[in-house]
C-alpha cells in the first residue's frame, strides 16, 4: 500500500477529565488502572505480570495504552527514530498474529479496525442497520485485544481507521463505549479514532472535528482527523479518480487546523496527504514526496516562533498505509518524525499467502475426507482441521510484519528477554496443532 499521510499530535494543554502531559514532563493522574486479568481472575504469569517495559516511560504498560500512557509512547518513537506499524484487522486470528509479531520484535504495535472490517468481525450475517453489526464488531474486538495483550505482554495503541461522514454514527457507537468503559474504568475502550472528512469542505471538516474532539477529549480518547485525500481504493471507498492536487496538503492548511483544533484540546492528530494511494502499483506509478514532511515542520516552527520544540519537530507524522513503499521514503520519512505506519495490503497478501501455500503442500490431502496418497482409507482430518491453515496464515503475517519492524526502526523497544517458545502442547486437544 502507497499511502502517505502525515499527523500532527499536540500534547501540552489540560483539558476536563484527562490532562495530557508530553513525556518527561509531570504525568496525569487517573483512575489507578485495573488490568483485564485481574478484573476477571485471568492467570497472569511471565510477560502478562510486567507492570513497565525498561526501555519505555513509566506509563506504557502491557495491554491497550490510552491518554497519558499513548501519548508517551508516540512522543517516545519521535525522540528516539522509530515508527510503530499499523495494521488493520478482521478477525482474532488476525490480531493474535499482530501481537505474536511484537511480542518477538519486543516492539508495541497499533491494532485497528475499519468499519467494514468491524462488521466482519462481527459476523456477516448480522444485519448492519444503523452500523449496529460494525459497533458490535468494533467493541468485540477491543475486548479480545485488550485481554491477549496483556497476556503477550506489549503495549497496543487501539485505533479505527477512516471514518467518512456517512460512517460517523459508527464512531459515534463506540465512543459512547468507551465513555461508559471509563467510567468503571478510568480509561476509554479505545485508544483512538480517526474521522476522515476529508472529502468535505475545510471549514466543515474543521467545525465537525471540533465538536468530536471536545467529547473525546474528557476520557483521554485521540482524535485523528484528515486533510487532502488519499487516492486508490481500499475498504469500498474509491478515489481512483481524484484530482491530483488534492493528493498533497498545503502547509498553510496544516496550520489553520493546527490552530483551531487546539483552542479545544491538544488531543488530536492531523492527516495530511503527501501523494497517498491505497494499494500496491508498479514502481513509478505514485509520487511520494518525504520531503514536504521537512518543508511543512519548518512552516509550523515559524509560525510558532519561540513555542516550537528545540528538535524542530512539532509535528509526528505517519505513513498512513506504506505496503510496497520504498525503505529510503520510509526512513526518510523517520528523520522527518514519522512515528506510524500502516501496512493493511501487505499483511493481508501475507496472510492469504500462508492459507495458499499451505493448500500448494497438502493439496492431496483437502481434497475429500478419506483418502490420500499414504491410502484410500486413510483420514484427512488433521489436515483440513481449520486450525492448520489459519496458523499458516498467522506464521506468514509474522515474517512480513518482521520485516516491517526492521524498516521502521522498531526492534529492540521494550526492552523484554526474548519470547519463550509455548509450552504445555501436548497434543490437539491441549493446544497444539495436529500436523
Not at 519486543?106 to 467494514?116: K, N, R, T
Not at 459476523?123 to 503477550?152: C, L, P, W
Request: proline share 6%; aromatic share 8%; with cysteine.
Amino acid at each position: 500500500m502507497k499511502c502517505f499521510i502525515a499527523y500532527l499530535l499536540v500534547a501540552s494543554a489540560a483539558v476536563e477529565g484527562f490532562i495530557p502531559q508530553l513525556a518527561g514532563g509531570s504525568k496525569a493522574s487517573l483512575t489507578p488502572r485495573r488490568s483485564v486479568a485481574e478484573e476477571f481472575g485471568i492467570p497472569c504469569e511471565e510477560d502478562c505480570s510486567i507492570v513497565t517495559f525498561p526501555n519505555l516511560p513509566d506509563t506504557v504498560h502491557p495491554g491497550v495504552c490510552s491518554g497519558q500512557a499513548m501519548i508517551d509512547l508516540l512522543e517516545h518513537a519521535k525522540q528516539n527514530g522509530y515508527a510503530i506499524p499499523a495494521v488493520n484487522c478482521v478477525s482474532s486470528s488476525g490480531i493474535n498474529a499482530c501481537l505474536e509479531a511484537a511480542r518477538k520484535n519486543d516492539a508495541p504495535i497499533i491494532i485497528q479496525f475499519s468499519s467494514g472490517g468491524s462488521q466482519f468481525y462481527a459476523g456477516k450475517g448480522m444485519d448492519n442497520t444503523n452500523y449496529r453489526a460494525a459497533i458490535a464488531g468494533a467493541v468485540s474486538g477491543a475486548f479480545h485485544v485488550r485481554t491477549m495483550a496483556e497476556q503477550y505482554g506489549v503495549p497496543v495503541i487501539l485505533h479505527t481507521d477512516h471514518c467518512s461522514k456517512k460512517l460517523l454514527p459508527w464512531v459515534d457507537g463506540l465512543i459512547s463505549a468507551s465513555e461508559r468503559y471509563f467510567k468503571d474504568h478510568g480509561e476509554p475502550l479505545f485508544s483512538s479514532h480517526m474521522i476522515d472528512l476529508s472529502e468535505e469542505p475545510l471549514e466543515e471538516n474543521l467545525a465537525i472535528c471540533k465538536d468530536y474532539l471536545g467529547r473525546m477529549a474528557k476520557i483521554g480518547l485521540l482524535l485523528e482527523m484528515e486533510l487532502g485525500i488519499t487516492g486508490g481504493e481500499e475498504d469500498g471507498v474509491d478515489n481512483t479518480d481524484v484530482p491530483l492536487e488534492d493528493l498533497y496538503s498545503k502547509p498553510e492548511e496544516i496550520y489553520q487546523t493546527y490552530e483551531e483544533l487546539s483552542s479545544v484540546s491538544p488531543m488530536f492528530t492531523v492527516a495530511a496527504a503527501f501523494g497517498n494511494v491505497h494499494g500496491v502499483y508498479k514502481p513509478g506509478n505514485v509520487k511520494l514526496e518525504p520531503e514536504i514532511l521537512n518543508r511543512a515542520q519548518a512552516y509550523i516552527c515559524d509560525k510558532l516562533g519561540d513555542a516550537a520544540p528545540e528538535n524542530k519537530k512539532p509535528v509526528a507524522f505517519v505513513f498512513h498505509g506504506g505496503s510496497g513503499s520504498d525503505v529510503a521514503d520510509i526512513q526518510q520519512g523517520i528523520d522527518y518524525g514519522v512515528i506510524k505506519m500502516n501496512i493493511d495490503t501487505d499483511t493481508q497478501w501475507a496472510y492469504w499467502e500462508g492459507i495458499k501455500d499451505f493448500e500448494d503442500k497438502y493439496h492431496d490431502y483437502l481434497q475429500q475426507q478419506i483418502g490420500n496418497p499414504e491410502g484410500a482409507d486413510k483420514p484427512n482430518k488433521k489436515y483440513y482441521d481449520p486450525r492448520e491453515c489459519l496458523r499458516a496464515a498467522e506464521v506468514r503475517t509474522v515474517e512480513r510484519l518482521e520485516q516491517s519492524y526492521a524498516d521502521l526502526k522498531c526492534v529492540n523497544i521494550l526492552g523484554l528477554p526474548e519470547m519463550k517458545e509455548p509450552t504445555n502442547l501436548l497434543g490437539p486437544r491441549r493446544g497444539a496443532l495436529p500436523v
